[in-house]
């Protein structure tokens, strides 16, 4: 999927690449996850099968990104299901010891990535929204993200789901209000 760097979503959109409500629960309750107020969401890395921009990224900026990666800070794309990367060969390239997923050389481990969901990182006004594989285009593809994505990664926040807004799923199908 290709989504421009850096122009923002329509201020109505929910911090999916989608279009749709972003899921969430709380206490178990099914509903939908929102930005606060204010927030503008800017997306990152969707680069479908080209790179824009390449060169080289900090090692700080991968390290942080490996990190929240493992710790959690992807949220779910609900339905919209597996992703392959565009770019490479065929999936055939992501399948080994029976899992599938790219795996990337990083800091001299090997770190195995999974193509669904999305980061969303806060910096001031603005929130960068960057698929979960933005390890594997940089360190893989040398894919540039934005300079002002890579000093929210360095100086933002990476935000989790208490961070977002939630509003609960109404059974009659109706979408929460902005």
Same mark, same amino acid.
């Given at each position: 999927?290709?989504?421009?760097?850096?122009?923002?979503?329509?201020?109505?959109?929910?911090?999916?690449?989608?279009?749709?409500?972003?899921?969430?629960?709380?206490?178990?309750?099914?509903?939908?996850?929102?930005?606060?107020?204010?927030?503008?969401?800017?997306?990152?890395?969707?680069?479908?099968?080209?790179?824009?921009?390449?060169?080289?990224?900090?090692?700080?900026?991968?390290?942080?990104?490996?990190?929240?990666?493992?710790?959690?800070?992807?949220?779910?794309?609900?339905? +919209?299901?597996? &992703?392959?990367?565009? %770019?490479? *060969?065929?999936?055939?390239? #992501?399948?080994?010891?029976?899992?599938? =997923?790219?795996?990337?050389?990083?800091?001299?481990?090997?770190?195995?990535?999974?193509?669904?969901?999305?980061?969303?990182?806060?910096?001031?006004?603005?929130?960068?929204?960057?698929?979960?594989?933005?390890?594997?285009?940089?360190?893989?593809?040398?894919?540039?993200?934005?300079?002002?994505?890579?000093? +929210?990664?360095? &100086?933002?926040?990476? %935000?989790? *789901?208490?961070?977002?807004? #939630?509003?609960?799923?109404?059974?009659? =199908?109706?979408?929460?209000?902005?």
């Amino acid at each position: 999927m290709f989504i421009p760097d850096s122009v923002p979503l329509a201020a109505d959109q929910p911090p999916s690449p989608y279009g749709f409500p972003l899921p969430l629960s709380r206490d178990d309750k099914p509903g939908f996850a929102r930005l606060p107020p204010g927030l503008t969401v800017l997306p990152v890395g969707w680069l479908g099968n080209s790179v824009p921009t390449s060169g080289p990224v900090a090692g700080p900026v991968i390290d942080a990104l490996l990190r929240e990666y493992q710790t959690g800070a992807v949220f779910c794309d609900g339905t +919209a299901g597996w &992703h392959d990367c565009l %770019l490479c *060969p065929g999936p055939e390239a #992501w399948y080994s010891d029976n899992q599938i =997923g790219p795996v990337v050389s990083w800091g001299g481990q090997q770190h195995r990535l999974y193509g669904h969901g999305h980061y969303l990182i806060r910096h001031a006004t603005n929130v960068f929204m960057a698929p979960a594989l933005l390890i594997h285009y940089i360190v893989d593809h040398g894919y540039r993200p934005p300079d002002e994505f890579t000093d +929210a990664v360095l &100086h933002g926040t990476f %935000l989790r *789901p208490n961070d977002l807004e #939630w509003a609960e799923f109404d059974p009659a =199908g109706n979408l929460p209000s902005a």
